[in-house]
């Protein structure tokens, strides 16, 4: 639902971008310009017209002037924004897929130019949210036990395709090279504190103290002696 024409801010003459932090709520208000939003850190829970939806880094959203939008973030969300005039491609609400080039911005970039990517890039349909941080930190909690992609998915609440593909989307690389990271950066951790590589392995998910001492090896390119010297 929109706004009266007298309760919205501003119009706007040119496009103007800008990366903004996000915390806490914030209730419905509208704009007498067309915003875009995607989040290049975390996720924002949004109500666009009543509606249900978000924006992550892999999906954006196009705000129609006049639209009514409230939101929910989450602490050091950062969102990229794009207030821009209203425009063809920019009168209707719509999700897009986020173009690579604008997922890491660059001051030579004008607002104008990242405003053209948007327009050509693919609609995406509605679909199920991954909330990246709540499985980092469910993961982190049971490192030691066994975390195959369907055992992922199933927390999410979605099939292993679709959890493997949205995953890959958002992260730019699989669930289980996601996975190897988090194990490597806590028992490198833990090494670092001179805990002893065969307790580490253990409490990391590793078979055995030879198994993490090869994984150390072959994608950080140190020892566990290395690692406890840094103490």
């Known amino acids: 639902m929109s706004r009266d024409a007298a309760s919205l801010r501003p119009a706007l003459d040119q496009a103007q971008a800008s990366v903004r932090s996000y915390h806490g709520e914030h209730q419905a208000h509208a704009h007498g310009y067309a915003q875009i939003l995607f989040a290049l850190q975390g996720r924002m829970e ?17 705000i129609p002037a006049g639209t009514d939008h409230g939101y929910l973030a989450q602490p050091q969300t950062q969102v990229l924004v794009i207030d821009a005039p209203m425009a063809h491609g920019l009168d209707k609400l719509r999700r897009f897929a986020v173009p690579p080039p604008l997922r890491y911005p660059q001051s030579s970039l004008s607002a104008a ?3 053209a990517l948007v327009l050509q890039a693919p609609t995406l349909l ?3 949210g991954l909330d990246l941080q709540c499985l980092q930190y469910q993961v982190q909690a049971t490192l030691h036990e066994n975390w195959p992609t369907a055992r992922l998915a199933a927390l999410m609440h979605l099939s292993v395709a679709q959890f493997h593909a949205r995953f890959v989307e958002l992260a730019g690389h699989t669930p289980q090279n996601w996975l190897r990271g988090l194990r490597l950066d806590a028992a490198v951790q833990q090494l670092k504190q001179g805990t002893a ?13 030879s198994a993490l ?6 994608e950080r390119g140190v020892t566990s002696r290395q690692l406890r010297e840094q103490r």
């Open 46 to 62: 949004l109500e666009v017209g009543g509606r249900p939806s978000f924006v992550d880094s892999a999906c954006g959203m196009v």
């Open 113 to 115: 130019a990242q405003m």
């Open 126 to 128: 509605q679909r199920r």
């Open 197 to 209: 590589l065969e307790t580490t392995a253990l409490r990391c998910g590793y078979a055995s103290a």
């Open 213 to 218: 001492a090869y994984a150390l090896r072959r």
